[in-house]
């Protein structure tokens, strides 16, 4: 008797063990398409460090900076990160997440898409017809029927690899299913980085020319006149009460929309990208994070990215940086 309730202890221990497990990985790899059962894995490079400076190095208020992270917009995020040409000057994170916690970035890879359709069409690989509107479905199969390759292979190798992000993966329906191209992409975040690097730089990443010059222009273009959707971005806030720079919202920025509060805003002329996100939107929302989508409707999107620019101290700026400058900060 003492035998079998040892073993009835021994079998419910290594059942907790394994539902602990299961938690954990759930925590460490979050996702939101919950009924996908297989993963396209996506190569990548080393996924080495990104270029660090200080805020002042790149003419940011540090202070001010760290005020935004105590505004109400900054309320329950897993991270905020800021970069300015090419170098990651400021992290913040919170719920567990870090710079190399993975996320299913939902929306966010629509951008990578349009990013490949430019390279492909670059190649002349692209039929024109495909270019006409936005359809991520269409623009996969075209890319696949003009260069012969997988879709998960050529953005391996033409993209992903190219700005030396760690290896992600794609959730599928099943093992063998075609690719979904409007979602589902799982990367680490500070591989997001590596991206916006790339959009506020015309295309160019650490003096590798990725997508060719002029195409992420062409991606700012919107799709019907006065519109807020480009090609794969979105161009303009839907709404902006607090809005302090008038600035923000001008054909100049640009941003990716991604699950929750999850938003990655892009100012070329400055060269500054600012990515930030809450722990519930990479994963499905529960607890304070659920709470806090729930009331998504009263959080302005452009608060924090407002924040940012008006962080933007004096300096010498490069003559391209001038005019937005002196736009959305008056004075410097």
């Given amino acids: 008797m003492k035998r079998a309730n040892a073993v009835r202890i021994v079998v419910a221990g290594a059942i907790v063990v394994v539902l602990a497990a299961s938690v954990l990985l759930r925590q460490r ?19 080495g460090g990104l270029p660090i400076a200080s805020p002042a190095d790149e003419h940011l208020d540090a202070g001010a900076l760290e005020a935004a992270t105590r505004d109400p917009a900054a309320a329950d995020l897993a991270a905020f990160i800021v970069m300015r ?19 299913d970035s939902g929306p966010f890879a629509r951008v990578l898409v349009a990013l490949l359709a430019g390279i492909a069409d670059q190649d002349g690989l692209l039929p024109p017809a495909a270019l006409s ?56 975040v500070i591989d997001w980085m590596r991206v916006a690097g790339m959009l506020v730089d015309d295309g160019s990443f650490e003096d590798t020319q990725v997508v060719g010059k002029g195409w992420v222009a062409r991606m ?27 600035g923000l919202g001008a054909a ?6 991604g699950p929750g509060r999850w938003r990655l805003w892009l100012v070329p002329s400055l060269r500054l990208a600012v990515l930030f996100g809450n722990a519930g939107g990479a994963s ?3 607890g304070a994070a659920g709470a806090a989508q729930a009331g998504a409707s009263a959080w302005d999107e452009t608060r924090l990215p407002d924040l940012v620019i008006g962080a933007v101290t ?4 490069s003559p391209h940086e001038q005019s937005l400058l002196q736009q959305l900060v008056p004075g410097h």
């Fill in 314 to 317: 004096g300096g010498a700026p």
């Fill in 29 to 47: 790899r979050p996702h939101h398409e919950s009924g996908s059962t297989a993963a396209l894995a996506i190569r990548g490079g080393d996924g």
């Fill in 133 to 188: 509107g936005f359809d991520p479905a269409r623009l996969r199969a075209a890319i696949e029927s003009g260069t012969h390759q997988r879709y998960g292979d050529y953005l391996a190798s033409r993209l992903w690899s190219r700005l030396n992000a760690a290896p992600a993966w794609i959730a599928v329906p099943a093992a063998g299913a075609e690719p979904p191209a409007d979602c589902c992409f799982h990367a680490r």
């Fill in 85 to 103: 040409h090419g170098h990651v000057i400021f992290e913040r994170f919170g719920h567990g997440f870090s710079a190399d916690t993975v996320i």
């Fill in 252 to 257: 100049d920025v640009f941003f990716l929309r």
């Fill in 284 to 286: 499905g929302a529960s």
């Fill in 220 to 246: 700012r273009r919107p799709l019907s006149p006065h519109g807020r959707e480009g090609f794969g971005v979105q161009l303009l806030p839907e709404g902006a009460p607090n809005q302090v720079h008038p």
